[in-house]
């Protein structure tokens, strides 16, 4: 709850852009699926070796040690591979997006803001388009297989 609140008080001090351009909430996701310590060991470093070095941990944590995962856009195609995977019965969810007030709309974002987000945050852009790939495969390949079960 601390680290929230210490979130949510940088997010009110700051411009959007301002509050990305501090290096503790760059690419947050990646960090996040690195893991703890390696972020940390890896932020010495800095620069495109400790970058690239957490982007690479990120994707192989991501690949091999989560059993899944899900992308918003794709709720209901992860649900539904999730319910088959786990042998679940497969209800409908609400969508769950995310709803704050005071978060601008991107077409409200100039093109400098939206590219220095892209900038402070590129391995979470570059972990993203990973990982859903490896959904959209994952989720494939158990279509597939539902398939070939079913015939």
Same mark, same amino acid.
């Given at each position: 709850?601390?680290?929230?609140?210490?979130?949510?008080?940088?997010?009110?001090?700051?411009?959007?852009?301002?509050?990305?351009?501090?290096?503790?909430?760059?690419?947050?996701?990646?960090?996040?699926?690195?893991?703890?310590?390696?972020?940390?060991?890896?932020?010495?470093?800095?620069?495109?070796?400790?970058?690239?070095?957490?982007?690479?941990?990120?994707?192989?944590?991501?690949?091999?040690?989560?059993?899944? =995962?899900?992308?918003?856009?794709?709720?209901?195609?992860?649900?539904?591979? =999730?319910?088959?995977?786990?042998?679940?019965?497969?209800?409908?969810?609400?969508?769950?997006?995310?709803?704050?007030?005071?978060?601008?709309?991107?077409?409200?974002?100039?093109?400098?803001?939206?590219?220095?987000?892209?900038?402070?945050?590129?391995?979470?852009?570059?972990?993203?388009?990973?990982?859903?790939?490896? =959904?959209?495969?994952?989720?494939?390949?158990?279509?597939?297989?539902?398939?070939?079960?079913?015939?």
């Amino acid at each position: 709850m601390r680290l929230f609140r210490h979130v949510l008080r940088d997010a009110k001090r700051f411009s959007l852009v301002e509050f990305y351009q501090l290096a503790k909430h760059q690419n947050q996701q990646t960090k996040y699926i690195a893991g703890f310590p390696v972020n940390r060991i890896l932020g010495l470093y800095g620069g495109s070796i400790g970058e690239r070095n957490l982007l690479k941990i990120a994707k192989h944590n991501l690949t091999h040690n989560f059993d899944s =995962f899900g992308i918003l856009e794709f709720l209901s195609e992860y649900q539904s591979w =999730f319910c088959d995977r786990h042998g679940f019965q497969n209800t409908a969810v609400r969508d769950v997006k995310t709803k704050t007030k005071v978060r601008p709309k991107i077409a409200e974002l100039s093109d400098f803001e939206i590219s220095e987000i892209r900038r402070c945050n590129a391995l979470d852009f570059q972990l993203y388009d990973f990982a859903r790939q490896l =959904f959209v495969a994952r989720y494939m390949a158990n279509r597939n297989q539902k398939t070939e079960d079913s015939a």
